[in-house]
């Protein structure tokens, strides 16, 4: 499921991909207390079936603030007990403070997801995709470790959220993709800034068509609940792509 929050708020930290982590764990927490702590205090470093992408109205960059005209908050997900929670916790959150900064939920849209059953998929990014290797360090799409690297850490995420690893090896086959440096903190940094480098654009991805729709699901590569690696669907090919 695939809900868009409408969001009015005049000013953002630079770094505002926690402030709307904290908005989405408080919806989560509201629609469904069990659930969040099931995810967030149980299971605080699991893989998570969701991501989210941000996406900010007319924002101008001020030092470390930026000043907006509202935002829109895209929240997807495989797993309909967080996506029920998200609805029922968004309807009863009308305006969210943290460290001085407020958001005032104005709408709540439901989006209409696409069913994937094509093997091969053109995806585009609505936020940054982050990959990053055994330690810790960036691969962008143009490195030749980057296939194997995406194969292995979805792997694992699947393992992780579906109990069985990827059905087919996932592979690129094309892309038009930008290298983004992010600006993000948390409360592991002790107030640093920590610098995420990855990429946005589209790219062209194969694999099984199950795969496939959780990956558009629930987001690609690392920290996908951290605000990156949510996709949109473009196209979906036949075979005769690769012909």
Same mark, same amino acid.
């Given at each position: 499921?695939?809900? =868009? ?10 770094? $505002? ?14 629609? %469904? ?18 991501? $989210? ?14 000043? /907006? ?39 709540? %849209?439901?989006? =209409? ?7 091969? /998929? ?9 990959? &990053?290797?055994?330690? %810790?360090?960036?691969?962008?799409? %143009?490195?030749?470790?980057? #296939? ?5 850490? *979805? ?25 983004? /440096?992010?600006? #993000? ?16 654009? &589209? ?12 990956? $558009? ?6 920290? =996908? ?8 669907? /473009?196209? *979906?090919?036949?075979?005769? $792509? *690769?012909?």
């Amino acid at each position: 499921m695939r809900i =868009k929050i409408h969001i009015d708020t005049r000013v953002l930290p630079l770094k $505002y991909r926690m402030l709307f982590l904290s908005l989405i764990k408080e919806a989560i927490r509201q629609g %469904d207390e069990e659930l969040y702590h099931e995810l967030f205090k149980e299971n605080l470093h699991q893989a998570k079936k969701y991501s $989210y992408a941000v996406f900010l109205k007319n924002f101008k960059n001020q030092k470390d603030l930026l000043h /907006v005209e509202g935002a829109t908050l895209t929240i997807t997900s495989s797993d309909p007990h967080i996506s029920v929670a998200l609805i029922n916790g968004f309807q009863q959150i009308h305006h969210f403070t943290s460290h001085n900064y407020e958001l005032n939920i104005t709408k709540i %849209d439901l989006l =209409k997801e696409q069913k994937i059953t094509t093997s091969i /998929v053109k995806f585009k990014t609505l936020n940054t995709l982050l990959l &990053e290797d055994k330690e %810790d360090k960036p691969l962008l799409i %143009d490195n030749h470790r980057f #296939e194997d690297e995406l194969n292995f850490v *979805c792997n694992r995420q699947f393992e992780s959220q579906f109990g069985r690893p990827l059905k087919n090896p996932l592979k690129i086959l094309a892309y038009n993709m930008k290298k983004q /440096v992010i600006q #993000e903190s948390n409360r592991h940094a002790d107030g640093k800034t920590l610098y995420y480098t990855g990429q946005k654009g &589209e790219f062209v991805l194969s694999g099984d068509p199950t795969d496939l729709q959780l990956i $558009y699901q629930t987001g690609l590569a690392n920290r =996908k609940s951290q605000g990156f690696g949510t996709l949109e669907v /473009v196209q *979906c090919y036949d075979e005769s $792509y *690769c012909e």
